[in-house]
């Protein structure tokens, strides 16, 4: 049986069990090999779970400080950083994007908001021009081709998940704002004022604690299982291919949609900061109406490129759609894989989970979906 290290509240007990539980065999092939799992309440820290290995062979134990690639659950980290442009003025989620990126007019993209950007809805779901994985490394090349190209459709009128290009679209926003990456806005503004171990572009320093990812079954790759063109898009220009994250290129770039590097217990701290008004291990990063404004809805209906139902907010999934959650006051998002993060404003709770073994799936599994259900029996008793 695997053995579980960290702490957990006892109220939360069964939290535990369910994490354990997660590294057997469960008969639906979700078995874990490493993982992490945390969850906060009022800001403080009250599961702390981590087990299994760091590898596919099973050599390398998952250790406290192990990180691992946690894909599009990065976005969230995207979202906070221009959550936290706009709390302080420098950003207007309402103004057309070419306000701060005058090249991104073109093609009919004058009116493209912000907001759009944030909202999967601006029509830039993936690259019209052949790009191969290495072309991801290099932020003018990628952000210059969104820049020029027209749109899949009609931006602001159908939500389609951006997977990978919403990184670039939203990071260049910041660039031309503050003047630096957002990698680098991420880390000195979010990361390291609440000394969170998550990192937009990792440091070579810093690759013996990444766990290796080892990649879906064959044929459950998301253009596995999916016959729409966009989603073929963006699913195979360039081909996603789960071994690039353990090379040192994928790690040290900076993709903001997709590359964020961490552990279940820095995304559920960092994110105290929209469960609890702004503050985090102390500090008040965000004003509480800045932290509430991930939840304004921006669009709903069918996503045109998972085929699923969605209600989007400002870079957060809101409850509804294909994730009913008990209340209009959660968010939540899911890496390519089986990462998840949820935040309960009204509960101000914060639950995240991260692994190596991944499904084929962009919105959570049942291994993080077991642990919120366990969580959320045990905040109700």
Known sequence: ???????????????????????????????????????????????????????????????????????????????????????????DFAAPVAKYWPEFAANGKAEVTVAQLMSHSAGLSGFKEKVSKTDLYDWDKVTGLLA????????????????????????????????????????????????????????????????????????????DVSDRPLTANMAGNPPINPLETRTRAWRGAEIPAANGHGNARSVAEIHVLLANGGVANGKR????????????????????????????GLGFGLSGGALPLPHDQFLYWGGYGGSLVIIDQKARTTFAYAMNKMASTTTGDLRAFRLAMAMWQALAA
């Open 1 to 91: 049986m695997t053995e579980i290290h960290g702490k957990t509240d006892p109220r939360f007990a069964a939290v535990r069990e369910a994490f354990a539980a997660n590294f057997g065999d469960s008969g639906d092939g979700l078995d874990d090999i490493g993982a992490s799992f945390a969850a906060t309440v009022e800001g403080e820290t009250v599961v702390d779970l981590w087990g299994g290995h760091a590898d596919p062979d099973r050599t390398r134990p998952w250790q406290k400080d192990t990180i691992v690639n946690v894909y599009s659950t990065t976005k969230t980290m995207t979202a906070l950083t221009a959550l936290l442009l706009a709390d302080r003025g420098e950003l």
């Open 148 to 223: 020029a190209q027209a749109p899949f459709w009609a931006p602001g009128t159908a939500p389609g998940y951006h997977a990978v290009t919403q990184g670039y679209l939203v990071g260049e926003v910041v660039r031309r704002i503050t003047g630096r990456t957002l990698g680098q806005v991420f880390k000195s503004e979010i990361a390291d004022p609440l000394g969170a171990d998550f990192h937009i572009g990792l440091p070579a320093s810093e690759d013996h604690r990444v766990a290796d990812l080892l990649p879906p079954p064959a044929g459950g790759g998301i253009a």
């Open 285 to 312: 990063i965000l004003s509480e109406a800045g932290a509430r404004r991930a939840l304004e809805p921006q669009i709903a209906g069918d996503d045109i490129v998972l085929g699923i139902p969605v209600r989007y």
